[in-house]
Structure formats: structure tokens, C-alpha cells
């Protein structure tokens, strides 16, 4: 009776697994050359030395540089998505809690990276002439502004607000949101996440006093 050979079922798990780390690395060296020289000046050589890894492995892995920017831009997109959702998953049960806490997010650590923040400033410096960038940066606007509007819809509500124009006001929020993302990059004095947080939810107190301490 002859012997069975052992098959591996780990092995293909593996292999998506390694691929996914390699993608990953590429990504996050996408990123640090973007940030270093901007969109035009990355180059698939400069992406592959920063990861350590060889320039026909970029090219397995996106084909083209237009790739791997569309997939970093993407990547960062589902970053920036996941963190809103979990800091409303941890968020108390109120519209001012889940207001201060969507907004709050913006100034995370892993959200409001200096490096992160130079990426997107990059893509959106590009949007009138890429459309896959315009389509990846609306459709994160869009996500942004259906949950915005619901919490200040709420809000105005509970605290019986008169005279707030809820779309104006979230233009001025996310006005406010991406100059302080701009001043975090580029202030000479070196403005700090923690002042930037601290800008927003002064803001928020002026527009809904009834609700001051969610927003301290």
C-alpha cells in the first residue's frame, strides 16, 4: 500500500499572506517618497529601494507607477474610513458625542501623520486632471459628509438650535478641518495634533453652546 503524501493547505494561505505584506510595504514607501519629493518626482525605483525590495516586484505587483499610486491613494482612502468608523464605534450614544468624536478623529496620530497629510495635499493637487484621483477623493467626501450632516441634522435637533444652516455649516467644519491639516504641515511655529483638536472643539462650542462639554 503505497503512502499518501501530505498536502500543504497552508501554503497558498501563506502566499496571499506574503504577497499582502509585500503590497502593503510598497504602499507605505509610496507614500514616504510622495511626502519626500511629491506625485511627479516618485519614481518605481525610488518605491522599491525605500521597501527594500526589487523594482520587478513593483511591477508584479502594480504593473505601472499610475497602479500603484491609484492603489496607494486607495489605501489611504480605507485608512482614513476605518479610523472615522472605529472612533464612532468607541463614540458615547449622543450626536454631540459621536460629532466630537468623528471630528476628533481627524487629529489622530495615525490620521493626521505629517507624512500622510503631504500625500493627500499631493493627490488633491492633481484631481482637476487625474479623474481616478477626483473619483477616489469624492466618493471619501462624500462617505465624510453623509455621516457629518446625519450628527449635525441630530444635534441641531436635541438642542432645539435655531438658525443653523446645517450644509453651510458643514462646509465651514471641513473647511476647518483641512486648513488645520494644512497648518499642520506647513506652520512655521510647529503646530501640535493636540492644538489643531483643540481649534476644532472651540469651534463647536461657539456653534452649539448647549453642548459644551461634549466638545471639551
Known amino acids: 500500500m503505497s503512502e499518501s503524501i501530505p498536502v500543504s493547505v497552508k501554503a497558498p494561505g501563506r502566499r496571499r499572506a506574503a504577497k499582502g505584506v509585500r503590497k502593503r510595504q510598497l504602499i507605505e514607501a509610496t507614500i514616504e517618497s510622495i511626502a519626500k519629493r511629491g506625485l511627479g518626482e516618485t519614481t518605481l ?22 497602479n ?38 481627524d487629529f489622530k496620530a495615525s490620521v493626521a501623520d505629517r507624512k500622510k497629510i503631504a500625500v493627500w495635499f499631493a493627490f488633491w493637487g492633481e484631481v482637476k486632471s487625474r479623474p481616478a484621483y477626483r473619483k477616489i477623493c469624492q466618493d471619501r467626501v462624500k462617505n465624510y459628509n453623509e455621516i457629518l450632516h446625519g450628527l449635525l441634522n441630530a444635534l441641531v435637533v436635541d438642542g432645539q438650535y435655531a438658525n443653523i444652516d446645517v450644509p453651510q455649516l458643514a462646509d465651514t467644519i471641513t473647511s476647518l478641518a483641512d486648513g488645520l491639516w494644512l497648518n499642520l504641515l506647513i506652520s512655521a511655529r510647529g503646530m501640535k495634533r493636540a492644538e489643531a483638536e483643540r481649534t476644532m472643539m472651540q469651534y463647536l462650542c461657539s456653534v452649539f453652546p448647549k453642548h459644551t462639554e461634549a466638545f471639551s
Do not use: C, M, W
Not at 45 to 65: D, E, P, R, Y
Not at 76 to 87: P, V
Open 45 to 66: 525605483s525610488h518605491v522599491s529601494t525605500a521597501a527594500g525590495l526589487s523594482q520587478g516586484i513593483v511591477n508584479l505587483h502594480f504593473t505601472s507607477k499610475e
Open 68 to 105: 500603484l499610486l491609484n492603489e496607494t491613494l486607495n489605501f489611504l482612502r480605507e485608512d482614513y474610513d476605518q479610523a472615522l468608523q472605529q472612533a464612532l464605534a468607541k463614540a458615547p450614544d449622543t450626536p454631540a458625542g459621536r460629532l466630537a468624536a468623528l471630528l476628533r478623529a
